[in-house]
């Protein structure tokens, strides 16, 4: 609460030196800070207000999805402060959004501005590339998961001597080394390599892609390899692909995930999505031409007759 007056009281403050008709435009994940922003710019209905879709909307993201009447509500203590348009990346997402309680009004497709290289890449020769004996594992920002991940990769590993190689790649913001020491384990080095490299330069060439709950694995459908998601205990499923897609191929534990690795490296059959990887990714997110075009999609929303949500 105190956190949430402290965001407050800097925005209000913020928004009293701002001009009628300036346009604020924000990345929105429906965080704390964003409900004291939103709050205030109700306050100031000249102001427009901007979300831009940050990446992924996972079905189970509850952080984005309110009871309808939260999103409908007119009255200033019932409802859930919102900018007065969200851009999305694609019509995926904007229909979720809609079928959430959000309307159609509120709604636009912005497009894929954050995956401008995957574009670039969309209509590249997939097999050009010959696959290494490797598999990326893609960790997040957060411990409590990145935990349950190694310990899988860890128990999965321990007694074995495989003849791939797992290259772990931490999140820029996320200390791996103090984690590792923290759960008392050695990554072996025979199995287990740790890079700093982008994913973009680890994941062309590899067999596979493990990941949990990001856009990271993105890098793995414009690639067309096998997408491998790790079913928590303790985390709610936030796969972006959950519910809408049959890409992902889940496992319950340290032995469903060495049998899927070892089952990929020795080319047996693994089951096949409806559509490839590529096929979804043109579906979920919307490439217009060139730059420009994105500010053109701002524009045209902006220019609307505003007051919709404030």
């Not at 994941?203 to 790790?230: N, Q, R, T």
Request: net charge negative; aromatic share 10%.
């Amino acid at each position: 609460l105190l956190v949430g007056l402290h965001y407050y009281i800097a925005f209000d403050r913020l928004l009293k030196n701002i001009t009628d008709g300036t346009k604020v435009i924000y990345f929105a994940e429906l965080h704390g800070w964003e409900n004291a922003l939103n709050m205030v710019l109700r306050e100031r209905q000249e102001i427009c207000s901007v979300g831009l879709q940050h990446t992924i909307v996972p079905l189970l993201y509850l952080t984005y999805f309110y009871d309808h009447r939260e999103l409908q509500e007119k009255d200033l203590l019932k409802s859930l402060p919102k900018p007065n348009f969200l851009g999305c990346v694609g019509p995926i997402t904007e229909k979720i959004f809609l079928e959430s309680g959000w309307s159609e009004e509120e709604l636009f497709i912005i497009g894929g501005f954050r995956f401008k290289s995957i574009a670039e890449r969309l209509n590249r020769d997939v097999f050009a590339q010959k696959k290494k004996n490797r598999i990326v594992v893609a960790l997040s920002i957060a411990d409590f998961e990145n935990e349950e991940v190694l310990r899988m990769l860890y128990d999965a590993f321990k007694d074995r001597k495989p003849k791939y190689k797992i290259i772990v790649k931490p999140h820029p913001c996320h200390n791996l080394y103090s984690l590792l020491e923290k759960m008392n384990i050695v990554l072996i080095s025979d199995i287990f390599e740790i890079s700093m490299k982008s994913l973009s330069d680890l994941v062309p060439g590899s067999s596979a892609m493990i990941v949990k709950e990001s856009s990271s694995m993105f890098e793995a459908l414009v690639e067309e390899i096998p997408v491998i998601v790790p079913q928590l205990y303790s985390i709610v499923d936030l796969c972006p692909l959950s519910g809408i897609s049959d890409i992902p191929i889940y496992v319950k534990n340290s032995e469903e995930l060495y049998q899927m690795i070892e089952d990929i490296f020795a080319n047996k059959s693994v089951r096949k999505p409806q559509e490839s990887g590529r096929e979804f990714l043109k579906r979920y997110l919307d490439f217009p031409e060139n730059t420009e075009q994105y500010i053109e999609n701002l524009k045209k929303v902006t220019a609307k007759e505003e007051g919709l949500a404030h």
